[in-house]
């Protein structure tokens, strides 16, 4: 039995390498011919291999070269080793129609509404065993993205000063109005006076609370010497188009969940009268994800699927 401490640091790995081929062939020159040495160079490793192991390993008799009972004990654990170290050394392939698991993303319910159904169309169709959850934007979730709990952020946010984290901007967003289909400033259009005349409704960011008494709208308003009266304060998208057809209300919110609602609902989407420039909208990662196959192949779906948003 193989039962003395060996020390690691000097014992060459790669006569684990000739260990195993003598072991399977228990034949010098074939053990050599299977990994490219010559029967001179595996039987000088043999030889270091006995001293290392202070066994015989293989031993001679009238049938070949017989395993010792050390050389037995070692022939299942080595054959685990070098297969462990071979998928160790070896790039991962990431193989979507078999892959397994769930990607959990943080997103508000922008993401969900607008990007989320043409991502999990396409993880359907190429990766159908994997599985999504979807975590609310919160205040530790930088954290959660840094410990693995989260893979994917999604939103405009302002990174740490840092290479810790990574991001992508998947798309440029503006901001368009949306009133129901019938009221009267649907005709006319929107000026600085009848924008401010009406009653408003805002979106809070993430989970703020307090809510936040100035958005950007009402900063550029303020620049203007103006004010809007705001009626109403949600902290999600998903009821707008429900509350606009039901009142006078004007929600301004990123064009692309404008046009959006209005596919599906009777509202119609104005243009600003004040100038409210444009965001990036960013997808987020941890620096340690960066290379990882999983999210390589992620990352590339989710960047191909916005592109046409």
């Excluded at 690691?8 to 390498?17: F, R, S």
């Excluded at 291999?49 to 070692?74: A, H, W, Y």
């Excluded at 685990?80 to 998928?87: S, T, V, Y």
């Excluded at 924008?195 to 620049?223: E, M, Q, R």
Aim: proline content about 6%; charged content about 20%.
């Amino acid at each position: 039995m193989c039962m003395q401490q060996i020390d690691l640091a000097q014992l060459d790995l790669n006569l684990l390498v000739v260990l195993y081929a003598l072991l399977q062939e228990r034949n010098v020159t074939n053990a050599g011919e299977k990994i490219g040495l010559s029967q001179s160079a595996t039987s000088h490793a043999l030889k270091r291999l006995r001293q290392v192991f202070n066994d015989p390993l293989l031993v001679r008799s009238n049938k070949g070269m017989l395993l010792t009972p050390c050389g037995i004990e070692l022939l299942e654990p080595l054959e685990k080793i070098l297969l462990n170290i071979e998928q160790l050394i070896q790039p991962t392939v990431f193989e979507p129609k078999t892959a397994q698991g769930t990607i959990h993303l943080a997103v508000s319910d922008y993401a969900t509404v607008l990007i989320l159904p043409m991502v999990l169309k396409e993880i359907s169709q190429q990766a159908p065993q994997m599985n999504l959850e979807c975590h609310q934007w919160r205040g530790e979730t930088l954290d959660l993205l840094r410990d693995g709990s989260i893979d994917l952020g999604f939103g405009v946010h302002n990174l740490p000063e840092t290479e810790e984290f990574k991001s992508q901007k998947l798309f440029v967003e503006d901001y368009a109005c949306v009133v129901r289909a019938d009221h009267p400033i649907a005709q006319t259009g929107l000026t600085v006076e009848s924008y401010v005349a009406l009653p408003h409704g805002f979106i809070t960011p993430g989970n703020a609370i307090p809510t936040p008494t100035k958005t950007h709208v009402d900063n550029v308003l303020s620049n203007l010497g103006v004010k809007r009266r705001v009626m109403l304060k949600l902290p999600h998208f998903l009821s707008v188009p429900t509350i606009v057809q039901q009142t006078d209300l004007i929600f301004t919110s990123p064009r692309r969940i404008a046009k959006l609602f209005a596919q599906h609902t009777n509202i119609a989407v104005l243009e600003p009268p004040i100038e409210l420039g444009q965001y990036n909208y960013l997808m987020i990662w941890h620096q340690r994800c960066d290379r990882d196959p999983l999210h390589i192949w992620l990352r590339s779906l989710i960047t191909q699927v916005t592109g046409c948003i």
